[in-house]
């Protein structure tokens, strides 16, 4: 499973620019970033290189932030493939929270990252199915 970090932040201007620099200006590199908003707040999710050091940096800057663990699926870069991961996971009858796709440095593949109550069946299906999970 990987880290990622969750940021609570105003949703104001220069907001996103003040954390990112926060997490850069430590040497951390930012592999994803994902952002949710609302009026006055959104929370941001990020995957970086040193989830726990970014989160103790923000939170010592006034940032509402945690870590949860998700799961990193390497899936294809082909028409259909986001499809086929989560008709595998609705055909094990298994609920997700959210994803989002971003894309493995490492492997040069898109990269879905799911966040499910449950990752232990979330891994066992997608392994059963022939996936590549990241850790």
């Known amino acids: 499973m990987i880290e990622q970090l969750s ?3 105003q949703n104001t201007k ?7 620099k926060l997490v850069s200006d430590a040497g951390i590199d930012i592999y994803n970033v994902v952002t949710n908003d609302s009026a006055e707040f959104g929370i941001v999710r990020m995957l970086v290189t040193e989830p726990q050091k970014a989160c103790d940096i923000l939170t010592e800057n006034g940032y509402m932030c945690k870590l949860n663990k998700v799961i990193g699926v390497k899936i294809s870069d082909e028409v259909g493939s986001l499809t ?4 595998a996971i609705t055909d094990s009858n298994i609920n997700i929270d959210y994803l989002y796709v971003s894309y493995s ?3 040069k593949t898109p990269l879905a990252v799911i966040h499910a109550p449950s990752y232990a069946e979330v891994e066992v299906c997608l392994k059963a199915r ?3 999970i990241v850790e």
Do not use: K
Request: charged share 15%.
């Open 105 to 107: 440095r490492d492997s």
């Open 7 to 9: 940021i609570f932040a």
């Open 84 to 87: 086929n991961l989560l008709q």
């Open 130 to 132: 022939g996936y590549e």
């Open 14 to 20: 220069g907001s996103m620019v003040g954390l990112t």
